[in-house]
């Protein structure tokens, strides 16, 4: 079972983390950047491993960037910054040898839960023919815009059920204890 809203949980037999990032590990964030975005970035005729660190380097936020630790390693991180509408998500690497196996997706619905709770959207974009538009796709991010090599895509927030109320509308603990109607004879 996971704790997602608190940042933390199991996932596939990974236990993972989200921690406050520090101004010391934009180093290897960078280094992540550059191996994820590698492939999608050739593909697009636009990697020079430089610039790739760079724009890194130059955007980092460690007091909106969140460390993944995976297993008690740094398996990757995740960036939400407070935009004028709702939140951006950006910077949101996933080491290649945990991509594929729920964790994406783990740590994602703990970023848009905590959103849903505030009633904001969340924005970001993702490179064209990324396989990434997939995950965030599963997650309720539809297009906005796109260009030659971006996909500019938002969520809205989902509505937070009422304390005591299940997601379906039903009063937690009011169910009968059988499916289907109840008859004369069965009361």
């Not at 199991?10 to 520090?22: F, I, P, T």
């Not at 991180?77 to 594929?100: I, K, M, N, S």
């Amino acid at each position: 079972m996971t704790a997602e809203a608190d940042g933390r949980g199991e996932h596939g037999g990974v236990e993972w983390v989200l921690r406050s990032a520090e101004a010391a590990d934009v180093e290897v964030v960078a280094e992540l950047r550059t191996v994820v975005m590698r492939p999608d970035l050739e593909r697009l005729g636009r990697f020079d491993e430089h610039r790739v660190r760079q724009r890194l380097r130059d955007s980092f936020s460690p007091q909106h960037t969140s460390v993944i630790v995976a297993d008690g390693t740094f398996a990757g991180c995740v960036t939400v910054r407070p935009a004028e509408d709702g939140l951006w998500l950006e910077h949101f690497y996933l080491a290649p040898g945990l991509q594929g196996r729920g964790l994406g997706s783990a740590v994602l619905r703990s970023v848009l839960n905590r959103a849903d709770a505030d009633g904001v959207p969340v924005r970001l974009n993702v490179l064209r023919g990324s396989a990434a538009r997939r995950l965030y796709e599963r997650h309720g991010f539809t297009v906005e815009v796109q260009d030659a090599i971006d996909v500019f895509m938002v969520r809205r927030p989902a509505p937070v059920p009422a304390a005591g109320v299940e997601p379906s509308g039903h009063a937690i603990g009011n169910r009968r204890s059988h499916p289907g109607p109840a008859t004369a004879a069965g009361r």
